[in-house]
């Protein structure tokens, strides 16, 4: 799609572009944020929760960042080469026009396994222009010390616990501890610049123009191998394929772990104190990127998440809350203490900078739907569920059937204390009711008449007790009368009929108190305090939710409309971050698995109601 428009002054000089101006480059095991300046100012090496390189994201001055643009004032434009993730950023000045190509490899052979490699080809397409460069990490997110060696067209930054090397094609000159080039290109002549993770038994390995365009050509050609197995051939094939393709990039490929997202505390308001970090999986987001994945045709990513969860979530543990966190690291790890960087300024000021997620902690009964459920998906439409994952499955129903009335903190994570949401329990009837159906299916051994008793109580609380006579819908928790987007998975989870008519009052009363413009609050924090301080924007997961609750209930136009709507707020790239400010700006964590996935399911489901 058309890439977004921005001045390029030529002097290196400015403080922050805006989140959704950037584009996203990775190698299945970190990534790189890309401006539309040409900058990068986010990369975490080795992996998505390792502490950043490049951070100016979150402080211009402290956090780091690769210049690479024009030297001269240009405006700009960022594409992605098509179905792939290598991202292009183009400059259009009066003497010509140049552009960036950024790219990493996906580790192939066992020797690259522990390689990670950030690569930056520039070309002169048009005319002849001058282009300087500023390579300038900051380790352990600002706050370790390093050195750098530069010899010819090599520069070694070293720091206690992580080692970098930069080889180029043109003269590398240091400045402090920064590295800078400034290098002119006819049309025609290319340049490169490769920054490689070293020590140990990797060594710095050269980049020559050749090279790069060798590993240019691997990459494309990796993207477009995997895309192909995409069975979607709908309407909206362009957004729902770059949908993929970014969630392909939030997968963490030595575990098959996904995260929420690849950052850490980019503001839900500016100013407030809304800042977590996301780097890592939640089982609740990446069980329901499974469900998109195989959606689409993708069943490997799903059985590398089914891999996950037998390695590294035992039901046996039973410590903290439950048999199950709601969050793990990449790894598995289950400790992600949470502290913040007071270093850091904060994305436009907008501090705290936090580290780690206490909200790993919570009890959130939900996320034992959402993973039975994708296990359920993945044994109909992937292949069968070995014995062991159905023990794992059954220990997991019997614990939801002893616990599930017991309040949580619910799928928002709210810190104001524990209420009986109506989401939880909804997703513990989820937990039950795939149980039972596989149990059926496949003849496995459970305790049905327990489960469906379970089952059936659950069910019976939730229309007694999450019903408002006053309001005329389901509500967010018992004992209140507060309206909260997340019942709009009532129907998509199949709890009630999407045309019942408590579920079509329901939806009035969503849209008349929750939904602005087709976007979509999730809850309005004045009526149902969440223990926390400011404003958020649209939460853009629930304003797919939304087009899909509409679809189901047969109201193609308005389902229609609202997609189309929700589509011009993606930015230049088709990319989404948590939230839209009421100015239309993307807020919050960039890009966020949640609004890629429902976008995915949201298409689907419109395209095959439409016909």
């Known amino acids: 799609m058309d890439g977004t428009t921005r001045e390029q002054s030529g002097s290196g000089a400015r403080r922050y572009v805006p989140i959704a101006d950037h584009g996203l480059i990775g190698d299945l095991r970190s990534v790189a944020l890309v401006g539309v300046d040409g900058t990068i100012d986010w990369y975490c090496c080795p992996s998505f929760d390792s502490p950043s390189v490049f951070g100016a994201i979150l402080d211009a001055e402290r956090g780091g960042c690769f210049e690479l643009a024009a030297a001269v004032p240009a405006r700009t434009k960022q594409f992605y080469f098509p179905d792939t993730n290598v991202l292009i950023t183009r400059f259009y000045t009066e003497d010509g026009v140049g552009e960036v190509q950024d790219f990493m490899p996906v580790a192939g052979e066992p020797s690259?396994?522990?390689?990670?490699?950030?690569?930056?080809?520039?070309?002169?397409?048009?005319?002849?222009?001058?282009?300087?460069?500023?390579?300038?990490?900051?380790?352990?997110?600002?706050?370790?010390?390093?050195?750098?060696?530069?010899?010819?067209?090599?520069?070694?930054?070293?720091?206690?616990?992580?080692?970098?090397?930069?080889?180029?094609?043109?003269?590398?000159?240091?400045?402090?501890?920064?590295?800078?080039?400034?290098?002119?290109?006819?049309?025609?002549?290319?340049?490169?610049?490769?920054?490689?993770?070293?020590?140990?038994?990797?060594?710095?390995?050269?980049?020559?123009?050749?090279?790069?365009?060798?590993?240019?050509?691997?990459?494309?050609?990796?993207?477009?191998?995997?895309?192909?197995?995409?069975?979607?051939?709908?309407?909206?094939?362009?957004?729902?394929?770059?949908?993929?393709?970014?969630?392909?990039?939030?997968?963490?490929?030595?575990?098959?772990?996904?995260?929420?997202?690849?950052?850490?505390?980019?503001?839900?308001?500016?100013?407030?104190?809304?800042?977590?970090?996301?780097?890592?999986?939640?089982?609740?987001?990446?069980?329901?990127?499974?469900?998109?994945?195989?959606?689409?045709?993708?069943?490997?990513?799903?059985?590398?998440?089914?891999?996950?969860?037998?390695?590294?979530?035992?039901?046996?543990?039973?410590?903290?809350?439950?048999?199950?966190?709601?969050?793990?690291?990449?790894?598995?790890?289950?400790?992600?203490?949470?502290?913040?960087?007071?270093?850091?300024?904060?994305?436009?000021?907008?501090?705290?900078?936090?580290?780690?997620?206490?909200?790993?902690?919570?009890?959130?009964?939900?996320?034992?739907?959402?993973?039975?459920?994708?296990?359920?998906?993945?044994?109909?439409?992937?292949?069968?569920?070995?014995?062991?994952?159905?023990?794992?499955?059954?220990?997991?129903?019997?614990?939801?059937?002893?616990?599930?009335?017991?309040?949580?903190?619910?799928?928002?994570?709210?810190?104001?204390?524990?209420?009986?949401?109506?989401?939880?329990?909804?997703?513990?009837?989820?937990?039950?009711?795939?149980?039972?159906?596989?149990?059926?299916?496949?003849?496995?051994p459970a305790d049905l008449p327990r489960w469906q008793a379970s089952r059936d109580s659950v069910y019976r609380r939730i229309m007694n007790s999450g019903w408002s006579s006053s309001r005329r819908a389901f509500v967010q928790h018992e004992d209140a009368e507060v309206l909260d987007a997340a019942v709009l998975m009532m129907p998509m989870a199949k709890f009630i009929a999407p045309t019942d008519p408590k579920w079509l009052s329901t939806l009035d009363s969503l849209t008349e108190d929750l939904v602005s413009d087709s976007l979509v609050y999730r809850y309005d924090p004045l009526v149902s305090p969440d223990g926390l301080h400011g404003d958020e924007g649209t939460f853009s997961i629930c304003s797919f939710w939304y087009v899909e609750a509409l679809t189901r209930a047969g109201r193609l136009d308005e389902a229609s409309l609202a997609f189309e709507k929700m589509l011009t707020y993606g930015n230049h790239l088709g990319l989404y971050a948590e939230q839209i400010s009421h100015t239309g700006e993307q807020q919050g964590n960039f890009p966020q698995a949640f609004t890629h996935l429902a976008l995915i399911s949201a298409a689907f489901n419109l395209d095959r109601a439409l016909g």
């Open 112 to 444: 690259d396994e522990g390689r990670h490699r950030l690569i930056r080809r520039v070309l002169c397409v048009r005319g002849a222009l001058p282009f300087r460069t500023r390579v300038a990490p900051r380790f352990g997110y600002g706050s370790v010390p390093h050195t750098v060696h530069v010899t010819g067209d090599l520069a070694v930054f070293d720091c206690a616990d992580l080692s970098l090397a930069l080889t180029a094609t043109v003269p590398l000159e240091a400045d402090g501890p920064d590295v800078r080039a400034d290098f002119k290109l006819a049309e025609g002549e290319t340049a490169v610049f490769a920054l490689d993770q070293v020590g140990g038994e990797l060594t710095p390995r050269r980049c020559a123009c050749a090279e790069a365009e060798e590993q240019f050509a691997a990459t494309v050609r990796y993207w477009r191998n995997w895309l192909s197995s995409s069975r979607y051939r709908g309407r909206w094939r362009e957004m729902v394929h770059r949908s993929a393709l970014t969630l392909k990039l939030l997968t963490y490929a030595p575990t098959g772990a996904i995260v929420a997202a690849p950052t850490t505390s980019l503001p839900e308001s500016f100013g407030g104190e809304r800042n977590w970090d996301y780097r890592y999986m939640w089982v609740r987001d990446a069980a329901f990127c499974v469900y998109a994945m195989l959606r689409l045709g993708f069943t490997e990513e799903a059985k590398a998440f089914m891999g996950f969860v037998s390695r590294h979530i035992s039901p046996g543990d039973c410590k903290g809350a439950g048999p199950l966190q709601i969050m793990y690291g990449i790894d598995g790890r289950t400790d992600l203490p949470e502290r913040e960087l007071s270093h850091l300024e904060g994305h436009e000021g907008s501090a705290p900078v936090r580290v780690g997620n206490a909200a790993a902690d919570q009890l959130q009964l939900d996320v034992y739907g959402a993973l039975i459920d994708s296990i359920y998906l993945y044994d109909k439409w992937a292949e069968p569920v070995s014995s062991e994952q159905w023990d794992h499955v059954t220990a997991l129903v019997d614990w939801v059937c002893g616990h599930w009335d017991q309040p949580d903190e619910g799928i928002w994570e709210t810190r104001g204390g524990r209420k009986n949401f109506l989401y939880s329990r909804l997703m513990c009837w989820v937990a039950i009711e795939r149980g039972i159906r596989m149990a059926n299916r496949r003849g496995l």
